[in-house]
């Protein structure tokens, strides 16, 4: 399964930037995000800042995460391992 998580933008350098996760800072890939500035919000999935998202989808997506047991992330969307 992938799982694309959003993140806040708090640093930008070029076609890079430092993103925080729930807690967790990590450096992403902006290339297909140009533009994106410091304080924005991103989806990002396997080390790239894919969109952009407003800080409300941001932040229920997390509450939602949250909320997801381990043992329904592993049995994934279709209770069989498939997604």
């Known amino acids: 399964m992938c799982l694309a998580v959003p993140g806040k933008v708090v640093?930008?350098?070029?076609?890079?930037?430092?993103?925080?996760?729930?807690?967790?800072?990590?450096?992403?890939c902006t290339a297909l995000t140009p533009g994106v500035g410091r304080?924005?919000?991103?989806?990002?999935?396997?080390?790239?800042?894919?969109?952009?998202?407003?800080?409300?989808d941001a932040l229920d997506t997390w509450k939602y995460l949250r909320g997801v047991s381990p043992s329904e992330v592993q049995e994934g969307v279709g209770g069989d391992g498939a997604t």
């Open 39 to 56: 304080g924005e919000w991103v989806l990002i999935h396997a080390g790239f800042a894919i969109t952009t998202l407003d800080e409300r």
């Open 11 to 28: 640093e930008v350098s070029e076609d890079r930037a430092r993103v925080e996760f729930n807690g967790n800072v990590a450096e992403v």
